[in-house]
């Protein structure tokens, strides 16, 4: 894991990849339990035998499933020390580019945009490539905005 001490060392890596994440198994339990904390019971996602017949013949993750991966993803790349904290400020540019089967593994590759210092912290924008074993197409690419405050 990267660590990066402070905001001035985060601003010298702007245009930067910060690293790549080790592989994460998606399997059933993980995205039943994601099903269960969103009441999003959707057969594609929790009905392996008829998920079986349907396009992918087999389940698949939520969507917005790959998207929550992110912060676990990006604690394996980097960290910022010397913050008072860190707040989720919003997202732009999410897209879903390929399915993420039950089974298949999945990886972040996050590189850091940019930066914007303001009175309540510096919002830090950072482009997330989920990456899908043996894909040719990412999973998941979205930019995080986060605001950090030293």
């Excluded at 001035?8 to 904390?37: K, M, N, Y």
């Excluded at 913050?83 to 540019?93: I, P, R, T």
Aim: proline share 5%; glycine share 8%; aromatic share 6%.
């Amino acid at each position: 894991m990267r660590v990066i001490e402070g905001l001035d060392q985060l601003a010298a890596l702007v245009g930067q990849e910060l690293g790549v994440s080790d592989w994460l198994d998606i399997d059933q339990a993980r995205i039943d339990l994601f099903a269960d904390a969103t009441g999003d019971h959707q057969w594609i996602h929790t009905e392996p035998i008829r998920a079986a017949s349907g396009p992918y013949g087999k389940t698949i993750a939520h969507g917005y499933l790959t998207l929550a991966l992110l912060p676990l993803l990006s604690e394996r790349v980097y960290r910022v020390d010397g913050l008072a904290m860190v707040l989720n400020y919003g997202l732009d540019k999410v897209r879903f580019l390929a399915p993420v089967l039950v089974g298949s593994r999945v990886r972040n590759r996050p590189v850091l945009i940019s930066m914007t210092s303001g009175p309540a912290g510096t919002r830090v924008i950072v482009q997330h490539t989920v990456e899908l074993e043996g894909s040719d197409r990412p999973a998941c690419v979205a930019e995080q905005i986060r605001l950090m405050v030293p």
